[in-house]
């Protein structure tokens, strides 16, 4: 029988033609990657791909695999959402922790996408700074959180959504409004709007500035990327901000986002969860719909979960991504 966990990591190599790209985006190892594959091609009897110098090329048996694969894959999703939908299950409630930048800029989308497919499922929303969050999590006060700040525990599982990249902000009028660059040095004694004392983003913009030998001049400190963005409007200084947070501003033209000359700036965002997550019908219903946007979520959660294997545990990246 078919896995759909294979299925999955197949269809990744095929659409990257990498080893190592597919296995960036599915955050697994390049051998573990390798190995499905190979016993993905043992099972089905015939090589899938033609391994070269340039990379994976699909063999003409790949190549017929692909749309089976897609259609498997979606008729899968599909399948679970009719029987949540025909259930009695499909009336849960599910408890959710966010970040402050994630909670306010992410999760309204994601749940009105949760609820048209579940419309009598209810997602309590709490956010907070990223140790109150885990805080929540480690208690059993939320079975899903998703944050910005660095987390490391073995009492539950982390799995990497993706590097959002971190941009330097500045308000209408502002002289380097239109610009698309600043070199580090140019940020020396800015105006910096940063996040409250103690938060582990004031940590990351701390550590960031330090690292390219900046010294910000701190004009203000607020605990929301809400009230921090305003404040860039108002013009009371300037920030660093994650694009997803700022994105409405800029098609506005309210605010202009600007990447150092030399790096681009990332900050990976994570998805934690506990073995008790799955036995939550509607935290599970909530995981699928995010892995409609996140293919590598079924992959390692809700696919290591039907195969019964071990439960992945992921570090993120570090905070600056060099060009």
């Known amino acids: 029988m078919l896995s759909l966990y294979q299925l999955r990591i197949f269809l990744t190599v095929a659409e990257e ?49 692909v749309g089976y694969a897609q259609r498997i894959l979606r008729l899968s999703v599909e399948a679970h959402q009719a029987v949540l939908a025909a259930s009695s299950e499909a009336s849960g409630e599910l408890y959710v922790g966010a970040s402050p930048g994630a909670g306010p800029c992410l999760m309204p989308a994601w749940i009105k996408s949760f609820h048209e497919h579940y419309p009598k499922m209810i997602i309590h929303l709490k956010t ?96 929301s990327p809400l009230t921090i963005k305003r404040a860039v409007q108002s ?11 700022i994105r409405q501003e800029v098609k506005d033209g309210l605010l202009y986002p600007l990447r150092l000359s030399n790096d681009i700036l990332y900050r990976t965002l994570k998805l934690l969860w506990t073995p008790e997550t799955l036995h939550n019908p509607a935290a ?16 390692q959660i809700l696919g290591m979960a039907h195969k019964g294997g071990k439960r992945p545990h992921h570090t993120a990246r570090t905070a600056v991504a060099r060009k």
């Open 17 to 65: 033609g990498n080893l190592t790209r597919a296995a960036e985006r599915l955050y697994l190892t390049q051998p573990a990657v390798s190995q499905h594959i190979r016993a993905l091609e043992k099972q089905m009897g015939v090589a899938l791909f033609q391994r070269g110098r340039r990379g994976m090329n699909l063999t003409p048996a790949g190549e017929a695999l």
């Open 128 to 223: 907070g700074p990223t140790p109150a969050i885990v805080r929540f999590l480690t208690r059993g006060d939320v079975e899903i959180a998703i944050v910005e700040g660095e987390v490391h525990s073995t009492e539950f599982n982390i799995t990497p959504l993706w590097d959002e990249e971190i941009v330097i902000v500045v308000g209408k009028g502002h002289p380097w409004q239109g610009k698309k660059e600043v070199n580090p040095e140019d940020l020396h004694q800015q105006p910096f709007i940063v996040r409250e004392p103690g938060s582990l983003t004031r940590t990351w913009e701390e550590q960031t500035l330090a690292h390219y030998g900046i010294t910000p001049r701190i004009v203000a400190e607020f605990d």
């Open 235 to 245: 013009g009371l200084g300037i920030a660093l901000l994650p694009r997803f947070a």
């Open 284 to 299: 599970k219903a909530f995981l699928q719909i995010l892995s409609t946007e996140f293919p590598h979520i079924s992959v």
